[in-house]
């Protein structure tokens, strides 16, 4: 009797374990370019200047184009990373499903990488928005909608980029297919439909799973 009911709180306990991992796990797999978006805009409100709509057109050009810029950051988070201008319209458009004649005008562009994955507010503060030229992009009274996008390679260097554009909120950048647009295998952007893919998922998959051992072990080792 006594054993049984030993037994049924090491169950307790375990699950509980699990249900903490699960939690961890669960909360960075969210999408850290909205949580950037979130924070762009709070920096805007607390300026009184208005919000911008999250467009997930422009964000997935943003990826699109950090994508290029793979063997591109220099140290100090600078990025020497331009693709060409057509490249917009003939390139990154077209790879997102974004509608041709909806193109807009792109009014700001951020782009900034540093050696492995932060926090989006480490991101915008260290990152991308570290000196007064950038803090005055993203306080441009022009801009109305933003997009944001990230990727991460492979033992390589973590890249944010953000665009703005001053397009009308649902007239510009609108995405083919009912506005979820076309699949992207690498990283992740704002607005997206589909989960994310930042390249930092394999660590935070990592360490979830070396918790629920470590969990399944201490576990085990109490049993004996
Ligand atoms: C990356 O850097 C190389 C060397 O400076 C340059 O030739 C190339 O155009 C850059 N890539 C982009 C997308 O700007
Ligand atoms: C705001 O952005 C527009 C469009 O890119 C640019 O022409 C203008 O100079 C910017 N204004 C400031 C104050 O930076
Ligand atoms: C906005 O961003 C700038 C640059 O990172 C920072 O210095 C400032 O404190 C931020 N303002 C708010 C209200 O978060
Ligand atoms: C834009 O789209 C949203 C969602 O589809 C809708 O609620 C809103 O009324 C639209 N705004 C305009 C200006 O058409």
């Not at 997935?60 to 140290?75: D, P, R, T």
């Not at 944001?148 to 980029?161: D, E, Q, S, T």
């Not at 990592?206 to 051992?213: Q, V």
Request: proline share 4%; with cysteine; net charge positive.
């Amino acid at each position: 009797m006594m054993m049984k009911k030993h037994c049924f709180c090491e169950w307790i306990l375990l699950l509980c374990h699990l249900l903490l991992a699960a939690l961890v796990c669960s909360k960075h797999y969210g999408n850290p370019a909205n949580d950037l978006v979130d924070i762009i805009n709070q920096n805007r409100t607390a300026q009184k200047l208005s919000r911008l709509n999250d467009s997930p057109g422009l964000g997935c050009m943003a990826l699109q184009y950090v994508e290029l810029c793979k063997g591109n950051c220099s140290g100090n988070s600078a990025v020497s990373c331009k693709p060409p201008e057509d490249d917009f319209t003939e390139v990154f458009a077209p790879n997102c499903g974004v509608e041709l004649p909806t193109i807009g005008t792109i009014t700001g562009l951020i782009v900034g990488c540093q050696s492995k994955y932060t926090e989006p507010s480490l991101a915008f503060a260290n990152v991308l928005v570290k000196d007064k030229k950038s803090l005055s992009v993203v306080r441009n009274k022009s801009h109305s909608e933003v997009g944001v996008g990230l990727i991460g390679f492979h033992k390589g260097p973590f890249f944010w980029c953000v665009l703005f554009s001053n397009g009308g909120t649902n007239s510009s950048f609108v995405l083919e297919d009912r506005g979820e647009g076309i699949k992207q295998n690498k990283g992740c952007y704002s607005g997206s439909a589909f989960p994310c893919n930042a390249g930092h998922r394999n660590a935070m998959l990592f360490n979830c799973i070396t918790i629920t051992l470590g969990c399944l072990i201490i576990s085990l080792l109490n049993k004996i």
